[in-house]
């Protein structure tokens, strides 16, 4: 026996005992015919390999394989492309700590599915889907689809349905979908802003839409420069823009706005027809719950006060023609208005008011007599002392300038100052009997610098005072018709003016 092995497996016989001659494949097998099931098996394996890998070739999805520690290999990539990509997936630790942390929850028995995973290589994004499938070897296969286009595909449609094909910005449907969304909500420091472009018809008449057009997109950029880290801007009509302000203070709001006026004013002095002019308003919401609707409204509504004082806009063409017809009935003076605009401005500065009490304070100056309209010419021109009938006649007329302002769109707004603007600090004015913070602030500036131009200029009951004069009879009646706050102001400036 010992002969015979030694005969048949020495150095001259000996057989290359390989996997396949082992295992009862290859002709030169000792063991060929002993095996025929395993030899069948195994080709049927190899044949199901062979298979598998033609069908994972196949597969428009990278994928990676994690062990039961979470650790992440690739399985293979379907091209060269994504083999490119696979290499960045691999360094991004942020991307393989996401992928690997799913793969964990995945093996623990819950359901994840990564929507998109964003992958920025050399500026440009890509857009993938991971599944997750936990295998019979407790091993997990992770599936990354490339969903670049679909993606921005999406976008494109998104865009589409709610941004403005001209300016980019969002559209009045998205914009009413974001107020609803805050709609009825306890919500802390929310603003909401109406801006108005002036003058786009006159534009479109005299330089053609296509000019308009540029003025629209312009107006936007500057718009979107000013607001766009604060909130949500959207395009709402032909020459209207409404932005909504998240988490800003209103002194931030103000500043803002500030801003945005000063830049148009750099476009207007670097432009070659720099003609731009925009009007705007705002309301601010502390805290507590928000009525979008209300707050859009009343932002729109000082939008409108403010457009009454741009020159550039109808609505400002309406103040000049009224303005006009009260001058030629000498029921105001152009020269009064201007001398109280400037003063009153300047207190209301020193007071900080805010962009929508400084438009309504302007429109008062102009306006505050308006019912003067209604008043005899034998009584309004009457250079005597009135009677106590002529009194009770022209105190009618801020009653009378109410109900014209109210039946006025553009200066309704005002109805309420125009009515009060009488009244007196102590209580004793008209016609309400209103006294100290009572009496509105805008009302309170007017009745000071109304009475100073009055004392300075010649009217047909008295004729001019001094300035000095009149600022000592201001200061005596600080206190009892006039708010010392407001006097004090008063006082300071008209020194620096060298008034007296």
């Known amino acids: 026996m010992i002969i015979f092995m030694e005969n048949s497996y020495g150095q001259k016989n000996k057989k290359n005992f390989s996997r396949d001659s082992i295992i009862g494949l290859g002709e030169d097998s000792f063991r060929k015919n002993y095996y025929p099931e395993l ?47 696979l290499k960045h997936f691999l360094s991004n630790s942020e991307i393989m700590e996401t992928l690997s942390s799913a793969a964990l929850k995945v093996r623990m028995g819950q359901s994840v599915y990564i929507k998109e995973l964003k992958l920025e290589i050399d500026g440009q994004s890509y857009y993938y889907e991971a599944r997750f499938h936990q295998s019979e070897s407790n091993e997990i296969l992770i599936m990354l689809r490339n969903m670049t286009e679909r993606i921005i595909m999406e976008h494109r449609l998104r865009d589409l349905v709610e941004r403005d094909n001209l300016t980019n910005l969002y559209n ?85 706005l500030n801003i945005l006026s000063l830049k148009i004013e750099q476009y207007n002095f670097t432009a070659p027809n720099g003609n731009m002019s925009v009007a705007y308003g705002y309301s601010h919401h502390t805290i507590g719950l928000v009525n979008m609707e209300y707050l859009f409204q009343v932002a729109d509504n ?54 929508d009490q400084m438009d309504r304070l302007i429109l008062l100056t102009k306006f505050h007599d308006i019912g003067k309209i209604g008043i005899p010419d034998s009584i309004l021109k009457k250079p005597e002392k009135l009677t106590e009938d002529e009194w009770k006649v022209m105190m009618t007329h801020t009653s009378i300038g109410e109900r014209i302002a109210l039946e006025s769109l553009e200066i309704k707004d005002i109805a309420p100052l125009i009515f009060h603007h009488h009244e007196r600090w102590d209580g004793t004015g008209y016609p309400s009997g209103l006294s100290k913070e009572d009496i509105p ?6 009745a000071v610098v109304d009475s100073f131009d009055a004392m300075t200029n010649d009217r047909p009951y008295h004729k001019a005072m001094h300035e000095a004069e009149a600022a000592k009879e201001i200061i005596a009646c600080s206190g009892i018709f006039y708010d010392p706050k407001i006097v004090d102001i008063f006082y300071g400036i008209a020194k620096e003016l060298n008034l007296i």
């Open 172 to 256: 009045r449907r998205c914009f009413e979908e974001t107020m609803n969304k805050f709609n009825g909500k306890e919500i802390e420091k929310i603003t909401a802003v109406s801006i108005d472009l002036n003058g786009l018809k006159f534009i479109n008449d005299t330089l053609g839409h296509l000019a308009g057009d540029r003025i629209i997109i312009d107006t936007a950029n500057i718009i979107r420069e000013v607001f766009e880290d604060y909130g949500h801007i959207s395009r709402i009509g032909g020459d209207e823009f409404g932005v909504i302000l998240e988490n800003v203070g209103e002194e931030e709001v103000e500043k803002l």
């Open 302 to 355: 000082n939008m409108y006060q403010n457009k009454l004082l741009k020159k550039e806009s109808t609505r400002g063409t309406f103040v000049k023609t009224l303005m006009k017809a009260l001058e030629a009935k000498d029921y105001v003076s152009e020269g009064h208005v201007v001398r109280m605009e400037k003063l009153a401005v300047l207190i209301g500065e020193a007071l900080f008011l805010h962009q």
């Open 441 to 446: 602030i805008e009302c309170r500036i007017l």
């Open 39 to 85: 030899q069948n098996k195994i080709q049927d394996l190899e044949k199901i390999n062979a298979r598998n890998k033609a069908i994972i070739s196949t597969i428009p999805d990278i994928l990676l394989v994690s062990n039961p520690y979470g650790s992440l290999s690739p399985v293979t990539a379907a091209s060269r492309d994504d083999d490119y990509i």
